[in-house]
């Protein structure tokens, strides 16, 4: 199967099939059982629920295609750097958002080649909305209401609109180390709206034009953002580690990903800004 539509729309309704599962499980508020992994991070039942469904589908989807999942087997890296091309998954994306019960959690399925995120679906079970991005083709946001194209915004449009640079940052993670970042933007460019928000809704929020910088000052998985990554990238945006080098995957033995940014609008010079 090539990478197309057609690819893309089966991702999409498998994800939506994983996203129904993590739902019963979260109408059962009472009766949700939270174990912790050897990493200390929780996990539920939901999180093994969506992966039960997504593992063995993707897994033939694509002959050949492995798939590396949050909640699977990781193969060490001796095998991974074989992998020309392989599926991505968090089966759940925001497993402390599950557990408050604040519906900003997500499931991500992204195709890497060759480093690059070049599909990704973020499906987020509470709303409905699914992100999807495809290399070459675009970024669309798929609601109740059918689908609609979506893209970064740029800083010029912001500014002569005379709305406000739209940063969005984590709940959990490194609201401290984004203190004089915001600084530094608000001098540049005025005044500055900070959104906090769990899971790669983050990143969707910057394809979607709805911010303009997500700065991830704190550790993440790969699984974490591959999927949304696409999603910004087909949108118009980028994501950048510190050194402003393209955020690339199963580059290394570790599956954590450098500190990093996720920016909107390529055209403006965040360097001057972001290397300070």
């Known amino acids: 199967m090539q990478l197309d539509q057609?690819?893309?729309?089966?991702?999409?309704?498998?994800?939506?099939?994983?996203?129904?599962?993590?739902?019963?499980?979260?109408a059962d508020a009472e009766g949700m059982e939270i174990d912790t992994k050897a990493d200390d991070s929780p996990v539920t039942a939901a999180d093994l629920a969506a992966h039960a469904i997504l593992e063995p589908?993707?897994?033939?989807?694509?002959?050949?295609?492995?798939?590396?999942?949050?909640?699977?087997?990781v193969p060490d890296f001796a095998t991974r750097s074989g992998w020309d091309r392989y599926w991505i998954i968090d089966p759940l994306d925001g497993t402390k958002e599950f557990i408050k019960r604040n519906g900003e959690f997500t499931v991500n399925v992204a195709l890497v080649e060759n480093g690059e995120p070049?599909?990704?679906?973020?499906?987020?079970?509470?709303?409905?909305?699914?992100?999807?991005?495809?290399?070459?083709?675009?970024?669309?946001?798929?609601?109740?209401?059918?689908?609609?194209?979506?893209?970064t915004r740029r800083i010029a449009d912001v500014q002569a609109s005379g709305g406000?640079?739209?940063?969005?940052?984590?709940?959990?993670?490194?609201?401290?180390?984004?203190?004089?970042?915001l600084g530094r933007i608000?001098?540049?460019?005025?005044?500055?709206?900070?959104?906090?928000?769990?899971?790669?809704?983050?990143?969707?929020?910057?394809?979607?034009?709805?911010a303009d910088l997500y700065p991830r000052l704190a550790l993440t998985s790969e699984w974490d953002t591959?999927?949304?990554?696409?999603?910004?990238?087909?949108?118009?945006?980028?994501?950048?580690?510190i050194d402003l080098n393209l955020l690339r995957y199963n580059q290394k033995d570790s599956l954590l990903n450098?500190?990093?940014?996720?920016?909107?609008?390529?055209?403006y010079d965040w360097e001057s800004l972001l290397r300070q």
């Open 6 to 26: 057609a690819l893309l729309d089966k991702v999409v309704a498998l994800s939506k099939q994983a996203g129904e599962a993590i739902l019963k499980v979260y």
């Open 57 to 73: 589908v993707l897994t033939g989807l694509l002959d050949g295609v492995p798939v590396l999942s949050e909640e699977g087997k």
């Open 118 to 151: 070049v599909l990704g679906v973020v499906h987020v079970p509470v709303l409905d909305i699914t992100y999807t991005g495809l290399k070459g083709v675009g970024a669309e946001k798929i609601t109740t209401d059918g689908r609609q194209a979506i893209q």
């Open 164 to 181: 406000s640079v739209g940063v969005v940052a984590s709940r959990s993670h490194g609201a401290e180390a984004v203190d004089a970042l």
């Open 186 to 210: 608000g001098n540049a460019l005025g005044e500055v709206e900070l959104k906090n928000m769990g899971s790669s809704l983050k990143l969707c929020l910057v394809a979607e034009g709805a």
């Open 226 to 241: 591959a999927a949304a990554q696409a999603v910004v990238e087909a949108a118009g945006g980028t994501v950048v580690d």
């Open 258 to 267: 450098p500190f990093f940014y996720v920016i909107g609008d390529n055209s």
